[in-house]
C-alpha cells in the first residue's frame, strides 16, 4: 500500500524554485552526512526532497513528486520511495548471500533443496526493502519544511492498493 500526498505551496514556480535553492542543501551523496539537514534535486518539472541524518541515521527514502503551477501557486504530487542505489545494493547483497549459501551446499542436492526456504526469505525481504527503511521521522521532517519554511500544506492523502 502506497500512500500519495498532495501539498499545495503558495509560491510562483520561480520563486519556489529559488527558495529552496536557498533553503535546502543539493541532493548528492557528499551532502547526505550533514545532520538534520534537508536535501533537494529539482530538474523537469520532478522535484526530490530527503531528510538527511548523519552516516549512520539515513534512511534511504526520498519523497519523489511532479511539481504543477497553478493560479494559487506550486502543487506538488508525489510519494515517498526508496532509493535506487539502496534498492540495487540490497539486490546485490542478497544475490552474493544467495550464491555463497549454494556454494557452501556443494553438490548435495538434499541440502540445497534445506536452503531454499533460506532463498525464499531473502526475496520476501527484497520486496518490502521500504517497509524496512521507512521511518516516519523522515517524513515528519520533510512536511515540517514545507510547512515552515516553504508556507504550504499538505491537502490530502491518498491510498493505493499494490496488485
Same mark, same amino acid.
Given at each position: 500500500?502506497?500512500?500519495?500526498?498532495?501539498?499545495?505551496?503558495?509560491?510562483?514556480?520561480?520563486?519556489?524554485?529559488?527558495?529552496?535553492?536557498?533553503?535546502?542543501?543539493?541532493?548528492?551523496?557528499?551532502? $547526505? &552526512?550533514?545532520?538534520?539537514?534537508?536535501?533537494?534535486?529539482? !530538474?523537469?518539472?520532478?522535484?526530490?526532497? %530527503?531528510? !538527511?541524518?548523519?552516516?549512520?541515521?539515513?534512511?534511504?527514502? =526520498?519523497? *519523489?513528486?511532479?511539481?504543477? *503551477? $497553478?493560479?494559487?501557486?506550486?502543487?506538488?504530487?508525489?510519494?515517498?520511495?526508496?532509493?535506487? %542505489?539502496?534498492?540495487?545494493?540490497?539486490?546485490?547483497?542478497?544475490?552474493? =548471500?544467495?550464491? &555463497?549459501?549454494?556454494?557452501?551446499?556443494?553438490?548435495?542436492?538434499? =541440502?540445497?533443496?534445506?536452503?531454499?526456504?533460506?532463498?525464499?526469505?531473502?526475496?520476501?525481504?527484497?520486496?518490502?526493502?521500504? &517497509?524496512?527503511?521507512?521511518?516516519?521521522?523522515?517524513? *515528519?521532517?520533510?512536511? %515540517?519544511?514545507?510547512? $515552515? $519554511? =516553504?508556507?504550504?500544506?499538505?491537502v490530502q492523502k491518498n491510498l493505493e492498493e499494490d496488485i
Open positions: 500500500m502506497k500512500i500519495q500526498y498532495e501539498m499545495i505551496i503558495p509560491l510562483q514556480k520561480e520563486t519556489f524554485c529559488r527558495k529552496l535553492k536557498e533553503t535546502t542543501y543539493p541532493l548528492c551523496m557528499e551532502n $547526505e &552526512a550533514y545532520r538534520d539537514q534537508i536535501l533537494s534535486g529539482f !530538474s523537469d518539472d520532478r522535484i526530490r526532497l %530527503r531528510a !538527511s541524518a548523519g552516516i549512520m541515521k539515513g534512511s534511504g527514502i =526520498l519523497f *519523489e513528486g511532479i511539481v504543477t *503551477e $497553478e493560479a494559487y501557486g506550486v502543487r506538488i504530487v508525489g510519494a515517498f520511495r526508496l532509493l535506487p %542505489r539502496v534498492k540495487i545494493l540490497s539486490l546485490l547483497f542478497l544475490s552474493v =548471500l544467495t550464491g &555463497a549459501i549454494f556454494f557452501i551446499a556443494g553438490s548435495s542436492f538434499a =541440502l540445497m533443496l534445506l536452503l531454499l526456504p533460506v532463498v525464499g526469505l531473502f526475496l520476501y525481504l527484497y520486496q518490502h526493502l521500504e &517497509a524496512i527503511f521507512h521511518t516516519e521521522s523522515g517524513d *515528519e521532517r520533510i512536511f %515540517r519544511y514545507i510547512r $515552515e $519554511e =516553504l508556507h504550504g500544506m499538505i
